[in-house]
């Protein structure tokens, strides 16, 4: 019996991550933001937003996108680097491949975070949002990653945008480093 749970451990691919630690610092929110990866419930989004912040692809990268009352959205390792040109920031993903949606019967709930995406539902790739407040109209269209689950504070002190797209004037706060948590 203890071989056949071996063999079957093995066939079932190495363990996914169980979280990140999220380090923020600017002109708004300074400390730490710990995250729950729900992997059973989009496990392909999950292991991509794990590989790019092992890699260290989200060391550095604004919140480009603040929209009070609605979430803060950050994640784009293309353009969104401290230092970029900010007006691209929110424009770009990663050099791996787009994601197929992996919608949920999971609500975008206050602290939860979801994947951005353009119009197609299969165009997430690195971006990804926290919620500051519930957005019930974003459930089922919108695939539900993971939790905050310390570190509310640190994310309803990110420095705001303006306008209805949210954008971040000035210097936006940013993810200093992006660990990932077993």
Do not use: W
């Amino acid at each position: 019996m203890r071989k056949l749970a071996f063999a079957l451990s093995l066939m079932a691919g190495p363990a996914l991550a169980s979280g990140l630690t999220i380090e923020v610092a600017g002109e708004g929110a300074n400390g730490t933001i710990t995250v729950d990866l729900l992997e059973n419930v989009a496990p392909g989004h999950v292991a991509q937003i794990t590989a790019l912040a092992a890699e260290g692809a989200y060391d550095n990268v604004v919140f480009h996108r603040v929209i009070d009352g609605f979430m803060a959205q950050t994640g784009d390792v293309q353009f969104g680097k401290v230092g970029g040109d900010m007006r691209m920031a929110g424009r770009g993903g990663s050099d791996r491949p787009n994601l197929r949606a992996e919608f949920s019967d999971q609500s975008f709930d206050r602290g939860v975070v979801g994947m951005a995406r353009s119009a197609s539902p299969d165009s997430a790739n690195s971006q990804f949002f926290i919620m500051f407040a519930p957005a019930p109209h974003l459930n089922g269209q919108y695939t539900v990653v993971g939790r905050v689950t310390a570190g509310m504070d640190v994310v309803d002190a990110i420095k705001r945008g303006a306008g209805p797209n949210g954008a971040v004037l000035g210097q936006p706060d940013r993810m200093v480093s992006v660990t990932v948590t077993e």
